[in-house]
């Protein structure tokens, strides 16, 4: 394998195309690991998304193991297992397999009409009992007979393997030492294709499979990785040297963008449209993405031409549909003339969703499951971008990459000769192939709050970062917006070690300002798509004896706890107006909006006010379906910026005790003689949000342990 290498031994070759990361340092620690080592290869081969998508392509290595029952050795196979991602892979994404089993169920394989009922028989070829369940790829594995192998999905190979010419192209570039295998849906049969092809022509150093991707291998994990990057790189090279001699890419420009300030603008008020309309079956979370290369395409004259044949590459539909919605909208648009906006997307949204009827009507079988949602995941709109829409926001981010990888694939392919995509039934074979399905229906159900976007101000730290953590872990996506930067980012930052960079946006928000509110939500709009939850956490508080009140005082008690309630809640009601999808505006207030204390003059009565207007806006919102809830706490202190300054002082004065002494003191005046800490609080707010209370509105939820002088009645 190694005098195939154009790279010099101890070192890499220069790479234009793809990144070259393998660390001989990091690698030599794994000596005597080939399972370790494959899993590190996997890793860098899985940060490139050049070289392949997330959650696609699968990596192998075949080895000698001790068999527990005959304890002799015997060949083993480790691949990545169905689902999982080669950037992340771990030691349990992988399936160990008895190599000589696999093999061994060539002599039962029935043909190409049965061989999904080989996937069932790969189970009886597990030597590790924990393995992930074997892929549908792994025989593609099993029948070459290379101690490494990667199967990737890289834009400049499929850009080759897409195209009209891809054989000849394929033959030419590489001199026959890659060999080439016509489309073919992947499992069993595909496997003996490709040993096939091994067998004909013994000394090739990969195999081309037609619209969709590349197999490369090795002696060694290195020589693998080095195999492949090579061969990646000198498709990558073809095509931008081909693409440089075309005057025009995708026939040149018809729309010119407009100024990315513009453009995040115009995003941020179409998307809650976009959003709405695409969840009328299900609850969807947005994704927009402008950038350079989706510019290029959706302002190109052969947008429609090409949007409307769809994707090549198998992995690339299944995340983005068989083909994106391409808007018909004028950017000059007023958006926010609702009526106006959704008569013109309204037509094209019944389009669309006849167009995918139409598509599955004319190509299921007598064994199809169920059509899906007939709604895009994909939608283009010239001049501003891309929207993705799907059931999270990571498979809605992943739905991005991938349209943006068939981006690139179409491009290389017009620049190299033209571009072909699937045979619509070949696409709809994949898209509603019975062991996806079967996938489909193993997959977890999905939590209360999955495809919920909440915005929570305050919620750096106490009350409101409780409920951000609630409602993560209940499936919501979050807009943590709070006035202090140094908090923000450190909630930022453990945010994303605990819950991953989908689950959370952030934002630096001064509820007081009308402009920083905007710029919030529009925030939330671009990230998510848009909001159904609002919860108004932000506060402060002042403790003063009547005459020791300022004006001061005064004014920003009532701007931060009744103005900033009343600015998030109209802005957010614009967007989920926008929406159609109804929502929920809950307002954390106090029990001091109830009872009236010593020294207590600004905070109390911004207090009752916030509960006031949490009354007029439930019945002025109500036939909109966005309902609107209060949660009162009391005394909760842990976490909490107000607890920390002068308010715990003034409250420990006019109780007569010591500031130590208030948690204490506080539990022992409830009923409950409790403490509140910040995730009771969360946990209420989660009850009115988690869809039991879906037809109450206007209500009040006291969270202090029993305080009897709080009772509304």
């Given at each position: 394998?190694?005098?195939?290498?154009?790279?010099?031994e101890?070192?890499?070759?220069?790479?234009?195309h793809?990144?070259?990361l393998?660390?001989?340092?990091?690698?030599?620690?794994?000596?005597?690991?080939?399972?370790?080592l494959?899993?590190y290869?996997?890793n860098?081969?899985?940060?490139?998304?050049?070289?392949?998508?997330f959650?696609?392509?699968?990596?192998?290595?075949?080895?000698?193991a001790?068999?527990?029952?005959?304890?002799?050795d015997?060949?083993?196979?480790?691949?990545k297992?169905?689902?999982?991602?080669?950037?992340?892979?771990?030691?349990?994404?992988?399936?160990?397999l008895?190599?000589?089993?696999?093999?061994n169920?060539?002599?039962?394989?029935?043909?190409?009409?049965?061989?999904?009922?080989?996937?069932?028989l790969f189970?009886y070829?597990l030597?590790?009992?924990?393995?992930?369940?074997?892929?549908?790829?792994?025989?593609?594995?099993?029948?070459?007979p290379?101690?490494?192998?990667?199967h990737?999905?890289?834009?400049?190979?499929?850009?080759?393997?897409?195209?009209?010419?891809?054989e000849?192209?394929?033959?030419?570039?590489?001199?026959?030492?890659?060999?080439?295998?016509?489309w073919?849906?992947?499992?069993?049969?595909?496997?003996?294709?490709?040993?096939k092809?091994?067998?004909?022509?013994?000394?090739?150093?990969?195999?081309?499979?037609?619209?969709?991707?590349?197999?490369?291998?090795?002696d060694?994990?290195?020589?693998?990785?080095?195999?492949?990057?090579?061969?990646?790189?000198?498709?990558?090279?073809?095509?931008?040297q081909?693409?440089g001699k075309?005057?025009?890419?995708?026939?040149?420009?018809?729309?010119?963008?407009i100024?990315?300030?513009?453009?995040?603008?115009k995003?941020?008020?179409?998307a809650?449209?976009?959003?709405?309309?695409?969840?009328?079956?299900?609850?969807?979370?947005?994704?927009?993405?402008d950038?350079?290369?989706?510019?290029e395409?959706?302002?190109?004259?052969?947008?429609?031409?090409?949007?409307?044949?769809?994707?090549?590459?198998?992995?690339?539909?299944?995340?983005?549909?068989?083909?994106?919605?391409?808007?018909?909208?004028?950017?000059?648009?007023?958006?926010?003339?609702?009526?106006s906006?959704?008569?013109?997307?309204?037509?094209?949204?019944?389009?669309?969703?006849?167009?995918?009827?139409d598509?599955?009507?004319?190509?299921?079988?007598?064994?199809?499951?169920?059509?899906r949602?007939?709604?895009?995941?994909?939608?283009?709109?010239?001049?501003?971008?891309?929207?993705?829409?799907?059931?999270?926001?990571?498979?809605?981010?992943v739905?991005?990459?991938?349209?943006?990888?068939?981006?690139?694939?179409?491009?290389?392919?017009?620049?190299?000769?033209?571009y072909?995509?699937?045979?619509?039934?070949?696409?709809?074979?994949?898209?509603?192939?019975?062991?996806?399905?079967?996938?489909?229906?193993?997959?977890?159900?999905p939590?209360?709050?999955?495809?919920?976007?909440?915005?929570?101000?305050?919620?750096?730290g106490?009350?409101?970062?409780?409920?951000?953590k609630?409602?993560?872990?209940?499936?919501?996506?979050v807009?943590?917006?709070?006035?202090?930067?140094?908090?923000?980012?450190?909630?930022?930052?453990e945010?994303?070690?605990?819950?991953?960079?989908?689950?959370?946006s952030?934002?630096?928000?001064?509820?007081?300002?009308?402009?920083?509110v905007?710029?919030?939500?529009?925030?939330?709009?671009?990230?998510?798509?848009?909001?159904d939850?609002?919860?108004?956490?932000?506060?402060?508080?002042?403790?003063?004896?009547?005459?020791?009140?300022?004006?001061q005082?005064?004014?920003?008690?009532?701007?931060?706890?009744?103005k900033g309630?009343?600015?998030?809640?109209?802005?957010?009601v614009?967007?989920?107006?926008?929406?159609?999808?109804?929502?929920d505006?809950?307002?954390?207030?106090?029990?001091?909006?109830?009872?009236?204390?010593?020294?207590?003059?600004?905070?109390?009565?911004?207090?009752?006010?916030q509960?006031?207007?949490s009354?007029?806006?439930a019945?002025?919102?109500g036939?909109?379906?966005?309902?609107?809830?209060?949660v009162n706490?009391?005394?909760?202190?842990?976490?909490s910026?107000?607890?920390?300054?002068?308010?715990?002082?003034?409250?420990?004065?006019?109780?007569?005790?010591?500031?130590?002494?208030?948690p204490?003191?506080?539990?022992?005046?409830?009923?409950?003689?409790?403490?509140?800490l910040?995730?009771d609080?969360?946990?209420?707010?989660f009850?009115f949000v988690?869809?039991?209370?879906d037809?109450?509105t206007?209500?009040?939820?006291?969270?202090?342990?029993?305080?009897?002088?709080?009772?509304?009645?």
């Open positions: 394998m190694s005098t195939l290498f154009s790279g010099v101890g070192g890499p070759k220069s790479f234009g793809v990144s070259y393998w660390d001989e340092t990091k690698a030599k620690a794994f000596a005597g690991d080939e399972v370790a494959l899993i290869r996997s860098l081969l899985g940060s490139d998304l050049r070289i392949t998508n959650g696609g392509g699968n990596t192998s290595c075949k080895l000698m001790r068999d527990p029952l005959t304890t002799r015997t060949p083993v196979m480790w691949v297992g169905s689902g999982g991602d080669l950037g992340t892979l771990k030691k349990n994404g992988l399936a160990a008895y190599l000589d089993r696999l093999l169920l060539k002599k039962i394989y029935r043909g190409l009409r049965h061989e999904d009922e080989m996937v069932e189970n070829c030597f590790d009992l924990g393995s992930k369940a074997p892929s549908i790829d792994t025989p593609l594995h099993a029948f070459l290379f101690r490494h192998i990667d990737l999905h890289p834009d400049a190979a499929i850009a080759i393997a897409a195209s009209k010419d891809g000849s192209i394929t033959k030419e570039l590489f001199d026959g030492k890659i060999g080439w295998v016509q073919q849906r992947p499992g069993f049969d595909l496997g003996l294709k490709l040993e092809c091994l067998n004909e022509k013994p000394g090739i150093r990969g195999i081309i499979l037609g619209s969709h991707g590349l197999f490369t291998w090795g060694t994990s290195y020589e693998s990785y080095l195999n492949t990057l090579e061969v990646i790189e000198k498709c990558a090279e073809f095509v931008e081909e693409t075309r005057k025009k890419v995708f026939g040149g420009i018809e729309n010119e963008a100024p990315k300030s513009e453009r995040m603008k995003s941020a008020a179409l809650p449209y976009l959003r709405g309309f695409c969840s009328s079956k299900t609850k969807m979370v947005g994704h927009f993405s950038d350079d290369r989706v510019l395409f959706i302002n190109s004259k052969d947008l429609r031409r090409l949007a409307s044949m769809g994707t090549s590459c198998p992995d690339h539909f299944l995340r983005t549909k068989i083909c994106p919605m391409v808007l018909d909208l004028d950017l000059g648009i007023n958006l926010e003339d609702a009526q906006v959704r008569d013109i997307l309204l037509p094209q949204f019944e389009a669309y969703r006849q167009l995918y009827v598509y599955y009507n004319d190509c299921k079988r007598e064994d199809s499951p169920p059509m949602d007939a709604n895009p995941v994909v939608l283009l709109w010239p001049g501003i971008g891309m929207f993705t829409f799907a059931k999270d926001k990571q498979t809605a981010r739905a991005a990459e991938f349209y943006l990888n068939a981006i690139n694939v179409m491009r290389g392919s017009e620049a190299i000769s033209s072909t995509a699937l045979p619509r039934q070949e696409a709809f074979d994949i898209e509603y192939w019975l062991l996806e399905e079967a996938k489909l229906q193993r997959m977890p159900k939590k209360s709050l999955t495809g919920r976007v909440a915005l929570i101000t305050g919620s750096a106490g009350i409101g970062k409780a409920v951000a609630k409602f993560i872990e209940e499936g919501a996506c807009m943590i917006a709070d006035n202090d930067q140094q908090r923000l980012d450190e909630a930022k930052a945010f994303k070690s605990n819950f991953g960079q989908d689950a959370f952030s934002q630096i928000l001064d509820v007081t300002k009308s402009a920083t905007e710029r919030c939500l529009e925030q939330a709009c671009v990230d998510f798509g848009g909001v939850i609002v919860v108004n956490s932000a506060g402060l508080s002042i403790s003063k004896p009547l005459e020791e009140h300022t004006e005082d005064w004014d920003i008690l009532y701007d931060v706890l009744v309630q009343f600015l998030i809640t109209k802005e957010s614009g967007i989920m107006r926008k929406q159609q999808l109804g929502g505006v809950l307002n954390i207030v106090s029990k001091n909006s109830l009872v009236s204390g010593p020294n207590n003059a600004g905070y109390g009565s911004a207090k009752a006010a509960l006031h207007l009354r007029l806006n019945a002025e919102l036939k909109d379906k966005i309902r609107v809830n209060t706490p009391d005394a909760v202190i842990a976490d910026k107000i607890w920390s300054g002068a308010w715990a002082e003034g409250r420990a004065r006019a109780y007569g005790i010591e500031v130590k002494d208030l204490a003191y506080y539990a022992k005046r409830t009923l409950l003689n409790e403490v509140i910040p995730r609080v969360a946990d209420a707010c009850v988690s869809g039991l209370l037809k109450s206007g209500n009040m939820l006291n969270v202090d342990g029993g305080v009897a002088m709080a009772f509304p009645r």
